[in-house]
T-cell receptor, first 112, second 114 residues
Framework: DAGITQSPRHKVTETGTPVTLRCHQT?????MYWYRQDPGHGLRLIHY???????DKGEVSDGYSVSRSKTEDFLLTLESATSSQTSVYFC???????????FGPGTRLLVL | AQSVSQHNHHVILSEAASLELGCNYS??????LFWYVQYPGQHLQLLLK??????LVKGIKGFEAEFIKSKFSFNLRKPSVQWSDTAEYFC????????????FGDGTTLTVKP
């Protein structure tokens, strides 16, 4: 398995609170992604990064922000969590020239 | 923008039955195609991929997929499924550019009855 960890693995929070999820890789891959997985919707891209400090929005970016200050870390922040953001969040990485994505173990987030 | 359609949302088979999961995509240019599998409680992992060359691609655990360019399809097949193949299967397409972005289908849940 690719060296990808996510923290926390599980989190319960209340509506309106900020939440930060961390993705850490040891593969030195250029691209990093954040997805959310919901029943009936498959995987939807939230944000992605194509290098340090280079990020762009995905299809469901509203209410989320990201930062990448180091190659190995990609942070996803919910500025003010809402119940609609209850989901399983997956981080993925890939390298230029090989579009295969390698996924982390996921974070289950419950917003009450 | 590209899109991916998986027509079967839930497939139920008995062990030893043959499997075919449909995947169609829409994109006008050259694409890379993938099937990922997610076993219960686990993260997604690559099953097989097509970049170029032979349109019949073989993956892990006896799975294969055929890229038919004229039909914009990349269907997944396995001649004889096992109970351990119970999982969710995702088709994904990535334009052959430098973006590294993939679009995923909504997934097909496969349940194999012992």
């Amino acid at each position: 398995d690719a060296g990808i960890t996510q923290s926390p693995r599980h989190k319960v929070t209340e509506t309106g609170t900020p939440v930060t999820l961390r993705c850490h890789q040891t593969e030195n891959h250029r691209y990093m992604y954040w997805y959310r997985q919901d029943p009936g919707h498959g995987l939807r891209l939230i944000h992605y990064s194509y290098g340090v400090k280079d990020t762009d929005k995905g299809e469901v970016s509203d209410g989320y922000s990201v930062s990448r200050s180091k190659t190995e870390d990609f942070l996803l922040t919910l500025e003010s969590a809402t119940s609609s953001q209850t989901s399983v969040y997956f981080c993925a990485i890939s390298e230029r020239g090989d579009e295969t994505q390698y996924f982390g173990p996921g974070t289950r987030l419950l917003v009450l | 923008a590209q899109s991916v359609s998986q027509h079967n949302h839930h497939v139920i088979l008995s062990e030893a039955a043959s499997l075919e999961l449909g995947c169609n995509y829409s994109y006008g240019g050259t694409v890379n195609l993938f099937w990922y599998v997610q076993y219960p409680g686990q993260h997604l992992q690559l099953l097989l991929k097509y970049f170029s060359g032979d349109p019949l691609v073989k993956g892990i655990k006896g799975f294969e997929a055929e890229f038919i360019k004229s039909k914009f399809s990349f269907n997944l097949r396995k001649p004889s499924v096992q109970w351990s193949d119970t999982a969710e299967y995702f088709c994904a397409v990535s334009p052959n550019t430098n973006a590294g972005k993939s679009t995923f289908g909504d997934g097909t849940t496969l349940t194999v009855k012992p």
